[in-house]
């Protein structure tokens, strides 16, 4: 293997469980070669303590990082959807510099949570001029603990995603210049995405149950009522990776089209459900 190429480690961290995938790299004759080295499932204390909501997920990538500091490598690390907050920033013209637009992104996610968005680390996705931007949040405690983990580890932490953008990025050419939405399901958990022509129009994250599919209708009409849009799309794609023959009762209105995670070529025979986050290009 070149010494130029580190290997590629893949981190989805949730409550409940931590996947972690390492990935070699090599030139060869046919050009730049993934194998997959390693695929580890390992599960979280999920019950959260009177501290942190996300303290046991960080103590089990604490154990799983402890076995891989033998080799170095570049690690990418998705949050959950469990741990994220979203919110639509407004466009205004009257913000002036980068500093002045944060400042108002954090206005917004106060007037959606409350005082604890102030204890949040926000990162904006960038959007055209006159259009509203999606920004994220973490608790900005998390991310430091995560980074000391890695830092101890001596492994570079070359990338933190959300959840969201991370399906979003890899079904980027199903959605490209659509409307419609994006549901995301982790269990437990389901985020529904408006698009507007390619563009966030709304995002909304909320816990569910296991009857979440024959709710999904209603959860739908609820947030369309919710849009300021003049025309709702009806088109609907969902991305639950873990779980097989998904198949949804008939709801009318809308059309349920499951999405497939697009996997790295020389990874497919690797597939498997709950590593397809880790697996993805």
Sequence with gaps: MSPLLRDELRIVLSPDQLVLVRIAREFTHRGLVRRVLAKEHFPCDSVASKEAPWDGAVRA?????????????????????????????????????????????RHCFRQ????????????LSPGPAGMPQLASAVDVRML??????????????????????????????????????????????????????????????????????????QLLERESCMATLDSVPEAVFVWAPTLENMVFPA????????????????????YEGRFAMALSR
């Design 61 to 105: 990538l604490e154990t799983a990082l402890a076995e891989q500091e033998k080799r170095k490598a570049c690690a990418t690390l998705i949050l959950s959807n469990h741990f994220m907050r979203y919110a639509m920033v407004p466009w205004s013209a009257a913000l002036s510099d980068e500093a002045e637009l944060m400042s108002y992104a």
């Design 112 to 123: 959606a949570y409350g005082s604890a968005a102030e204890n949040w680390e926000l990162r």
């Design 144 to 217: 430091q603990a995560l980074r000391q983990l890695f830092a101890r580890a001596r492994l570079a932490l070359s990338s933190v995603q959300p959840y969201l953008m991370a399906a979003y990025n890899n079904c980027r050419s199903h959605l490209q210049g659509r409307s419609a939405w994006l549901v995301l399901f982790e269990p437990g958990c389901l985020c529904l995405a408006l698009l507007q022509h390619g563009r966030w129009a709304s995002v909304r994250s909320m816990r569910i149950g296991l009857d979440w599919r024959e709710q999904l209708p």
């Design 251 to 270: 709801s009318g209105r809308w059309q349920m089209h499951p999405l497939q995670p697009i996997v790295k070529s020389g990874l497919m025979p690797e």
